[in-house]
């Protein structure tokens, strides 16, 4: 086929580019497919394993559920499986709480706080970790190990500011210490506000400590 003299500069011009560049864009090319290939799959997998996740939890939350001589055993193994292989999915998080609770109503305060421990020291579980801390507070308050509980409630997110005083001042009068004690429960009631259903008990509280 013949070309006239200003297709054939076009033509040249082209394949000169091509000669220069081709190169450059194929790798381009390649690496953005790759990518794409890379991402889906990645996805896929992520995908693969939260529903890994999601088994063992559920396995988790039937052991609490449904109890039997064996329960706390299948609770410990489905929360230790999620804590060291799923630690970052919301699974683990949630799993720690429900395994707390479960033992700790089987009267494994032991099994209860590793549990709590765990999540509270888990600062990529944000939505969870303040209320592992709070209750992990609690449970260290009923074994009178005061200056640990303490130190959970210490720096409280915004959003739990209020529950951790009141629990605070749960902690420092059972220390005896009252004037601080009135302090966190005075905290909390501001916090909290007449219309939460916190207020009333809060206020009982403080009314019993200072007729006291």
């Given at each position: 086929?013949?070309?006239?003299?200003?297709?054939?500069e076009?033509?040249?011009?082209?394949?000169?580019?091509?000669?220069r560049?081709?190169?450059?864009?194929?790798?381009?090319?390649?690496i953005?497919?790759?990518?794409?290939a890379s991402?889906?799959?990645w996805r896929a997998?992520q995908?693969?394993?939260?529903?890994?996740a999601m088994?063992?939890f559920?396995?988790?939350?039937?052991?609490?559920?449904?109890?039997g001589?064996?329960?706390?055993?299948?609770?410990?193994?489905?929360?230790?499986?999620?804590?060291?292989?799923?630690?970052?999915?919301?699974?683990?998080?949630?799993?720690?709480l429900?395994?707390?609770?479960?033992?700790?109503?089987?009267?494994?305060?032991?099994?209860?706080?590793q549990q709590?421990?765990?999540?509270?020291g888990?600062?990529?579980q944000p939505?969870?970790?303040?209320?592992?801390?709070?209750?992990?507070?609690?449970?260290l308050?009923?074994?009178?190990?005061?200056d640990?509980?303490?130190k959970?409630?210490?720096n409280?997110?915004?959003?739990f500011?209020?529950?951790?005083?009141?629990?605070?001042?749960d902690?420092?009068?059972?220390?005896?210490?009252?004037?601080?004690?009135r302090d966190?429960?005075?905290?909390?009631?501001?916090?909290l506000?007449?219309a939460?259903p916190l207020?009333q008990?809060?206020?009982?509280?403080?009314?019993?400590?200072?007729?006291?």
């Amino acid at each position: 086929m013949a070309y006239d003299l200003e297709e054939q500069e076009k033509l040249d011009a082209l394949k000169a580019w091509w000669a220069r560049y081709g190169m450059l864009v194929t790798i381009v090319v390649a690496i953005a497919a790759v990518g794409a290939a890379s991402w889906s799959g990645w996805r896929a997998y992520q995908n693969y394993r939260a529903n890994q996740a999601m088994g063992y939890f559920e396995a988790l939350e039937d052991a609490a559920r449904l109890g039997g001589a064996d329960s706390a055993a299948r609770i410990k193994a489905a929360a230790q499986t999620l804590r060291n292989d799923y630690p970052s999915t919301g699974y683990a998080g949630r799993g720690a709480l429900i395994a707390a609770q479960a033992l700790g109503d089987q009267k494994d305060i032991d099994g209860a706080r590793q549990q709590l421990e765990w999540l509270a020291g888990q600062s990529k579980q944000p939505a969870l970790q303040p209320v592992a801390r709070l209750r992990l507070a609690g449970l260290l308050l009923d074994q009178k190990q005061y200056d640990q509980a303490l130190k959970q409630l210490e720096n409280p997110p915004a959003a739990f500011a209020a529950l951790y005083a009141d629990r605070r001042g749960d902690v420092l009068a059972a220390q005896g210490k009252r004037d601080e004690a009135r302090d966190a429960w005075k905290t909390a009631l501001q916090a909290l506000g007449a219309a939460h259903p916190l207020t009333q008990i809060v206020q009982l509280k403080l009314d019993a400590l200072s007729g006291a």
